[in-house]
């Protein structure tokens, strides 16, 4: 392998820390492709087939996140080997790895490994809190290694592995609870820089657009002033729900 590209979607960087780490266990002349701002990028991205790809995604209600689809379908594969990887916050990834291992078939990938690695909850601090840690990240970097392992002693005969998930898949949420700001927030205007699809006015960074909005929470995660908040009842109690059930520490898990 030539070099390793990075794909990866990542509105509050959990799943490009888990990408570049695996990347680097493989390869050390790497290509970031960061497919987060979905609103300003419309690229088409090549995969040359003596190259590897690392495709990463955070999982939104069990699946592969809607809003970033479009973009993996830009990726073409040419054959190459990918590693598909999926960052939850220690709820659970139910079908979005297998959704993802098909979506880069389809793209024309040898999907040759799988990993799903948790990250700090998009929603709230208290579950899986500074997840991915050093742990995680030397996982990562081995289960790199380890995918190199299998592609030089099986050349010629690449086995897809083995990932859970039903068929179909799970149905997505349609939930809309966008964050809103609150009168703690000093217009520091860092949350529309971060919001992958525009979806917060830059004059008045209270105002959401609540149909552009897809949740993922990066305005709150970047805000030092803890000027947006969710207030939506349906999520409040989901909050309440991860902060007493997905409490237990979960591990990454491989599938090679
Ligand atoms: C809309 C939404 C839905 C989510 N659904 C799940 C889920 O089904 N299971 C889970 O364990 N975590 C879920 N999470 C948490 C994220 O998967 C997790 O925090 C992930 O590491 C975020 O990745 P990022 O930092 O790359 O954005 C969800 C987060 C968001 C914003």
């Given at each position: 392998m030539s070099k390793v590209q990075c794909f990866y979607f990542s509105p509050t960087s959990n799943t490009k820390k888990i990408v570049e780490a695996v990347a680097s266990g493989i390869c050390e002349e790497k290509i970031e492709n960061d497919l987060t701002f979905v609103d300003k990028n419309l690229d088409q991205y090549v995969v040359d087939s003596n190259e590897i790809a690392v495709i990463g995604v955070p999982v939104y209600g069990g699946r592969v996140p809607e809003v970033i689809l479009d973009s993996l379908k830009r990726i073409k594969g040419n054959g190459a080997y990918a590693v598909a990887v999926v960052t939850y916050g220690n709820r659970a990834y139910e079908d979005s790895l297998l959704e993802l291992k098909n979506i880069l078939v389809e793209q024309n990938f040898k999907v040759v490994a799988a990993g799903a690695f948790i990250g700090e909850h998009s929603y709230t601090k208290k579950v899986a809190t500074n997840r991915p840690d050093e742990l995680d990240l030397k996982k990562a970097i081995d289960f790199g290694k380890d995918v190199v392992a299998k592609i030089k002693t099986n050349t010629n005969n690449i086995t897809e592995p083995s990932i859970p998930g039903n068929y179909p898949y799970k149905e997505r949420s349609k939930r809309i609870f966008s964050p809103h700001g609150n009168r703690k927030c000093v217009y520091c205007r860092r949350c529309p820089v971060v919001c992958p699809v525009g979806?917060?006015?830059?004059?008045?960074?209270?105002?959401?657009d609540e149909d552009k909005c897809i949740h993922c929470c990066a305005c709150i995660k970047v805000c030092s002033f803890n000027g947006r908040e969710l207030l939506d009842e349906w999520v409040i109690e989901k909050i309440k729900m991860l902060e007493t059930n997905c409490i237990d520490r979960k591990e990454p898990e491989i599938f090679i």
């Amino acid at each position: 392998m030539s070099k390793v590209q990075c794909f990866y979607f990542s509105p509050t960087s959990n799943t490009k820390k888990i990408v570049e780490a695996v990347a680097s266990g493989i390869c050390e002349e790497k290509i970031e492709n960061d497919l987060t701002f979905v609103d300003k990028n419309l690229d088409q991205y090549v995969v040359d087939s003596n190259e590897i790809a690392v495709i990463g995604v955070p999982v939104y209600g069990g699946r592969v996140p809607e809003v970033i689809l479009d973009s993996l379908k830009r990726i073409k594969g040419n054959g190459a080997y990918a590693v598909a990887v999926v960052t939850y916050g220690n709820r659970a990834y139910e079908d979005s790895l297998l959704e993802l291992k098909n979506i880069l078939v389809e793209q024309n990938f040898k999907v040759v490994a799988a990993g799903a690695f948790i990250g700090e909850h998009s929603y709230t601090k208290k579950v899986a809190t500074n997840r991915p840690d050093e742990l995680d990240l030397k996982k990562a970097i081995d289960f790199g290694k380890d995918v190199v392992a299998k592609i030089k002693t099986n050349t010629n005969n690449i086995t897809e592995p083995s990932i859970p998930g039903n068929y179909p898949y799970k149905e997505r949420s349609k939930r809309i609870f966008s964050p809103h700001g609150n009168r703690k927030c000093v217009y520091c205007r860092r949350c529309p820089v971060v919001c992958p699809v525009g979806a917060i006015d830059m004059r008045k960074p209270d105002i959401v657009d609540e149909d552009k909005c897809i949740h993922c929470c990066a305005c709150i995660k970047v805000c030092s002033f803890n000027g947006r908040e969710l207030l939506d009842e349906w999520v409040i109690e989901k909050i309440k729900m991860l902060e007493t059930n997905c409490i237990d520490r979960k591990e990454p898990e491989i599938f090679i």
